[in-house]
């Protein structure tokens, strides 16, 4: 669907910082700005920018804080259109797979930022897949080769040590209408495949 007033956004490592306390490597994240560059994505959220005194450094990678001179040194001689935006720290996430779905249909209603992340990275679900709403959008301006090439060179060996994406006691929660914490909870237990009893268990009343 091609209108020219919609950009994208890039929410991979403020996003996907979520699941991993933002330690993401230097190379990481200026291949992910190199790669969104490359593809005239629009912004690019680096991160947070977040109090050293409500979040302690040794808890956190440098990407919690989006430091002015850290980001000069990861973007430094890369060519690029793609503007950078940090949030201030004080989504649309996919329990039930709805966030691409729920990206087109606020489109088709003339919404005309939008954002994804690189292969759906995102705590819990995650978020809307960058590729995906690339690939929908029909803008010429975009390659989609550079954010492909990236998720084969980055996105899917940190699958294997990261996890993300659909899977079922996160759909659980959607349907139940519960914050996906106590699916991310369950997920780090010994009976974390045991969907059935993490079903029943959620559809006990809360105490």
Known sequence: MYREQIKVFDCT??????????????????????????????????????????????????WKYCDDEKIRQVIDGIESDTKISVMVDSYRV???????????????????YVDGSLYGIGRGPGNCCLELLIGFLKNPKFNLTPILKLIQDYMIPMRNEIEWGYIIPYFITGILNEHPRSAIAYRKTEDKDKYAEFYEKMRLPQE
């Open 13 to 62: 490592i403020r996003d996907g910082g979520l699941i991993n306390n933002h330690y993401f490597t230097d190379d990481f994240v200026r291949a992910v700005y190199q790669a969104l560059s490359k593809s005239g994505v629009d912004y690019m959220e680096f991160g947070y920018r977040s109090s050293r005194e409500l979040f302690p450094p040794e808890d956190y990678g440098a």
């Open 94 to 112: 996919k329990e039930q797979q709805l966030a691409y779905a729920n990206t087109i249909e606020g489109i088709i209603h003339d919404a005309n």
